[in-house]
């Protein structure tokens, strides 16, 4: 099976929001929507989010399933808002408990903040299948940026969030609270042990260095060859030691506070206080 794939690029947080299709029916996925966030006002938008859903209903499409590869770190989730005028069930992997736990405690989160992952629809494990009209969806854990980072196989078509970047950027750090460089090098063997041909979907493009348009398609065997971190045999000593040592040297990502406690919810706000209002909390020296 050959999903038809359509990208929309958001560049203000350099996302990359994908439609996955059904070459023969009407069935399709979106994996990881962005809601749009100025932290300045602390104003929400839904322009990206409503590019989709013009897409979905312009082509007729029967929205299945809402993805998410990841918690987000640099952008706010629109699963619920596309939810609410599509349908579909939103999934994500099942250690988002993980990180319900971690940030819970970051965030200072009271006993109405349920940890269980009892926001989404379906927690996917490894070895998990869904299907997307007749495609049928293979689900890996990919773990290393995060605990619960999943890759979602739809064909020869492989979406893998924050996993791996583009051949010349390389892949994604490993030092938020539950990331390791070592799960991650092996988590990037394991989608590097797809076929040559598949198509990799990756969540994010920065353009390296020298590189003048925004991508976001490649494949393994390109990946194999050419990806500056894991690519042409690199050892996972080496790869550890060059992870880390970058890591140390990164900022925390600018919308990292309000995208962790709004994601972790299934892109849900916080529970409204007694004005009616949302709030988010800024914890101080913790991250």
Known sequence: MTPAVHAFFDEATNTLTYLARDPKGRACAVIDSVLDFDYASGRTDT?????????????DLDLQWILETHVHADHLSAAPYIQERLGGQIGIGDQITTVQNTFGKIFNEGTRFARDGSQFDRLFKEGDTAMVGQMRVDVMHTPGHTPAC???????????????????????????????????FDSVQRILSLPDSTRIYVGHDYKAPGREVFAWETTVGEQKARNVHVGAGRSKADFVTMRQARDATLAMPRLIIPSLQINMRAGHMPEPEADGTSYLKVPLNKL
């Open 150 to 184: 999943l890759t979602y196989v739809i064909g020869d078509a492989a979406f893998v969030g924050d996993t791996l970047f583009m051949p010349d950027f390389g892949t994604a750090r490993c030092d938020f609270p539950g990331g390791s460089a070592e799960v991650m």
């Open 47 to 59: 322009r990206s989010a409503d590019a989709v859903v013009a897409f979905i209903k312009e082509h």
